[in-house]
């Protein structure tokens, strides 16, 4: 009974992790509460794994590197790549790989990608490159170089720490390097062969008729004072700038056919590029609509262009974990709460696509509003606002921003100690002179008081994946606990008894990479541990290589833009759902080839 509850909650974790009807962290709260208010964990047992002190050095590690990131180390580093352009395109493209891989041995994938995505856009422009071909390889990237070092990845930790519990022994701080190096040279040796080309044959030619590239979806109001009131769309379209999408009245949307009479407070719906929809915005006769309320009394004369308070258009990237994710742009009220305008929101092409026909259906009370559009990860919003405020915005991880304006003045006076302290707090937990917990959390104080990173920057973390791990560790007990991953385990042992061994590997990786997608890494290896440790029992052979290929599955899910270091480079590359599955495809079958092959080698299967 016990075996069937934890397997029906963890199908139920699978169902909401994909669809995400409800927020990852409280998909991650309601596992636990499932597992101790069914009694198949005591509520000691059931929370004990946020008090594990890897959850602690995961938090730990995310706080360290924002000062990493405020000392400007990740940028000097990535202004050096540039030079390599002369060499021409290829080398930028691997030197850039190969850095990002580097950082990521240390640092968090996400965090190591989202620090070197401005770096790697300004690059592939100074060097002619398309971003869509540099942006998607450099996630790979970061998260190839997660496989090399123990916290490389969170999901290295978390495997660490559940391993330790089922008797295995934690895993070493190198011990996955004579691996983890061949898997990230041969990953990034292969994103370099066929990214290029495959995204290249899959992009798709021009239309005569196609929107400029990257048009943000906008919208103006036109006040009861208008000299628009009364004018056919046909007239009012050239003043605008950005062609018309919809005309909305009463909150009921119409086509914005040509002959369309304009009324007191409608709103026009407009498509363009950034240029056209600034334009728009600042048109005679209109108001500014996207936040969803009545439009404003005419402002006050903008400052002169250079002075601190002087209006700056950005654009900006919603990241993975934003608070801002799930959120209606008029809900997210940018304007009352930070200062700032939302002049558009621009989506990946088919989304796009989507988006305004659903703009124009009818029935559906304030169906045509942008301000009703649900902000998701990956989008792309157009700004306006001072430079202090966008500096505030930055600052408070809310959003990346990708050009216009440098996000909070670097302090690279202190690059050099922040390196120093963040090297020495890893050696020091390295050399287990300090636990790793104890020693992250000295690193991250010592960057503080030494004024490396502002506190409140510091502790901008990503608690979502602090919930995760906690409730993620709670359920690999829960599957020990209760039988169902040797249940499920056996199962699997004796499906691949023919193939012995190697074959309930290569069952074992394949259903780790197969689950990180609707799950997350973490989440799929810690389900896939007490499997795997079942399927050994059952084969009477080492279940350390078995879990330790579970561990590096867990880092290679490349098929599907699900994982937040290429969710991060989605919106800003233009890329398709295809466009994973093209070039994840084949570098995913490589590396579950090597993983089979190798992992026997270095971790044998006799005991």
Same mark, same amino acid.
């Given at each position: ?5 934890? %397997? ?20 991650? &709260? ?8 069914? /009694? =198949?964990?005591?509520? #000691? ?6 008090? $594990? ?21 990740? #940028? ?8 390599? /352009? ?11 790989? =190969? ?31 398309? #971003? ?19 916290? *490389? ?36 040796? %292969?994103?370099? &062969?066929?990214?290029?080309?495959? %995204? ?32 056919? &769309? ?9 062609? @018309?999408?919809?005309?909305?009245? $009463? ?67 919603? @990241? ?28 990946? @092409? ?5 988006? #305004? ?5 009818? /029935? ?5 509003? !942008? ?18 405020? =966008? ?25 050099? &100690? ?16 300090? @636990? ?11 960057? !503080? +008081? ?17 919930? %995760? ?6 359920? *690999? ?35 780790? !990479? ?56 989605? /919106?800003?590359?233009?890329?398709? +759902? ?30």
């Amino acid at each position: 009974m016990a075996a069937a509850l934890v %397997l029906g909650t963890v199908l139920l974790a699978l169902v909401l992790f994909w669809t995400e009807w409800v927020p990852v962290e409280v998909t991650s &709260l309601l596992v636990v509460c499932l597992l101790a208010a069914t /009694g =198949v964990l005591t509520p #000691k047992q059931a929370f004990s794994g946020f008090s $594990d002190d890897t959850v602690i050095f995961i938090f730990t590690l995310l706080a360290m590197t924002q000062g990493l990131a405020a000392t400007g180390v990740v #940028k000097a580093v990535g202004e050096r790549l540039t030079v390599l /352009g002369r060499f021409g395109p290829t080398a930028f493209l691997l030197a850039l790989l =190969v850095t990002v891989a580097a950082f990521s041995a240390f640092v968090s994938n996400t965090v190591t990608a989202a620090a070197f995505l401005p770096v790697a856009v300004s690059g592939a422009e100074r060097v002619g490159l398309p #971003k869509r071909e540099v942006l998607m390889p450099m996630a790979y990237a970061s998260m190839l170089g997660g496989t090399v070092l123990l916290f *490389g990845t969170s999901t290295n930790l978390v495997m660490s720490a559940a391993m330790a519990r089922s008797g295995l022994g934690r895993i070493g701080v190198t011990e996955l390097a004579p691996l983890g190096l061949p898997i990230a040279a041969l990953g990034i040796a %292969l994103v370099v &062969l066929v990214a290029r080309p495959l %995204l290249r044959r899959g992009e798709r030619p021009a239309e005569p008729e196609a929107v400029p590239e990257r048009a943000y979806l906008s919208e103006v109001a036109v006040p009861a004072g208008s000299p628009h009131v009364g004018q056919p &769309l046909s007239e009012v379209a050239p003043t605008l700038g950005a062609r @018309p999408v919809a005309v909305v009245r $009463d909150g009921e949307p119409q086509p914005a056919e040509p002959g369309a009479v304009l009324a007191p407070h409608d709103r026009v719906v407009v498509e363009g590029r950034r240029e056209e929809i600034v334009g728009a915005a600042a048109a005679p006769g209109v108001a500014l609509g996207t936040g969803g309320a009545p439009p404003p009394a005419p402002a006050a004369p903008d400052p002169a262009p250079g002075a601190p308070d002087a209006p700056v258009v950005v654009e900006a990237s919603v @990241p993975p974990g934003s608070r801002l994710a799930g959120k209606a742009v008029a809900e997210a009220d940018l304007a009352a709460q930070l200062g700032l305008d939302v002049l558009g929101i621009h989506r990946r @092409p088919v989304v796009q696509r989507l988006t #305004k026909l659903q703009l124009l259906a009818p /029935g559906r009370r304030r169906g045509g509003s !942008i301000g009703a559009l649900p902000i998701a990860a990956g989008d792309l919003l157009l700004l306006r606002g001072p430079r202090e405020r =966008v500096r505030a915005l930055a600052d408070g991880g809310l959003l990346l921003v990708l050009s216009g304006v440098d996000a909070e003045p670097l302090r690279r006076r202190k690059a050099l &100690l922040a390196a120093a302290i963040f090297l020495g707090a890893l050696g020091v937990g390295t050399a287990g002179l300090l @636990p790793l917990a104890v020693a992250g959390l000295a690193g991250l104080l010592a960057m !503080i +008081f030494t004024g490396c990173v502002d506190a409140r920057r510091a502790l901008r973390v990503d608690w979502r994946v602090v919930l %995760l791990v906690g409730s993620m560790l709670a359920l *690999g007990l829960a599957m020990e606990e209760s039988g169902a991953g040797r249940l499920v385990g056996e199962r699997l042992a004796a499906a691949g008894a023919l193939a012995g061994p190697h074959g309930v590997l290569l069952a074992l990786v394949v259903l780790t !990479i197969v689950l990180s997608a609707p799950m997350s890494n973490q989440a799929a290896a810690l389900v896939m541990l007490p499997v795997a440790i079942a399927a050994a029992h059952r084969l009477g052979v080492d279940p350390r290589p078995f879990a330790i290929g579970v561990t590096l599955a867990g880092s290679c899910s490349f098929v599907t833009p699900l994982e937040p270091a290429s969710m991060l480079v989605y /919106g800003a590359g233009r890329y398709r +759902f295809s466009d994973f599955v093209r070039v994840g495809t084949p570098l995913t079958l490589g590396i579950v080839a090597l993983l089979t092959l190798a992992v026997p080698l270095v971790w044998p299967f006799a005991r």
